[in-house]
DNA sequence: CAGAATCCAATCAGATACTG
DNA sequence: CAGTATCTGATTGGATTCTG
């Protein structure tokens, strides 16, 4: 499981590959996203009012990059007019502990960023 | 199938401070300067060396964004030149846990990842 | 050394119009 | 309904120059 004998300290460091990861699947509107597919599967019109202010186009964007990063399923149904509903994977449902926790982080320490900021504000 | 009281599917939802807070820590340069300092406390150039194609614009940006949500503490010297170290802060070391999560679920879930991206780009 | 200031190219986001 | 296409104004990012 391990090639060498590393250091505790030696953690694993962010390259290219899990930054762009990281990039596509946690920006603004992703993440807003997850949110909405991890409750119940939703199709294009239903996500675009569920989410406050996002653009036809963001959310076009924002939806083609978790379904190309396999976070996200489309599945459409030929009526007329057509449907097409958005579901999260298997694979993308592995994100949403994630997602707990960074909601989770900024919760319990929102009061203390808050306080840096004004700090901060004040002394510039 | 629940409980009284709040239901299961009643997750905290992502607000506009929740979201503008990731923002400012989550972003490409944040995030790898958030690692360097979680190791050891750095000079600007030590990080700018150590982070390896930021610009000193953008490390510049970054360190101010995350010193001002108190992240990061920027400790000045008066010698001359006069020498700038940043360390990360208490309130920083609270996302370590975060970050350590992140790193490890990219590296678990990459593989299926690029399968996903590559049967995406192949039907498209 | 540790930046600030400036200029410019490239990218992005919003609005609008159109389509199967 | 679920988008695509296009135009445009705003924002960003890199390169360069300068400074205490």
Known sequence: MQETGLAASERPRITAPHRELLDQVLDKWSLQVLEE???????????????????????????RRLERNGMVERVVTSTRPLA?????TPLGTTLQ????????????NMADVERARERYDDEV
Chains 1, 2 share one sequence.
């Open 84 to 88: 097409v509903q958005y579901r999260i």
């Open 97 to 108: 502990g994630l997602l707990d926790a960074l909601l989770c982080w900024t919760t319990v």
């Open 37 to 63: 597919l991890c409750e119940q599967p939703q199709r294009f019109n239903e996500l675009r009012r569920a989410i406050p202010v996002v653009t036809q186009k963001s959310l076009t964007a924002a939806l």
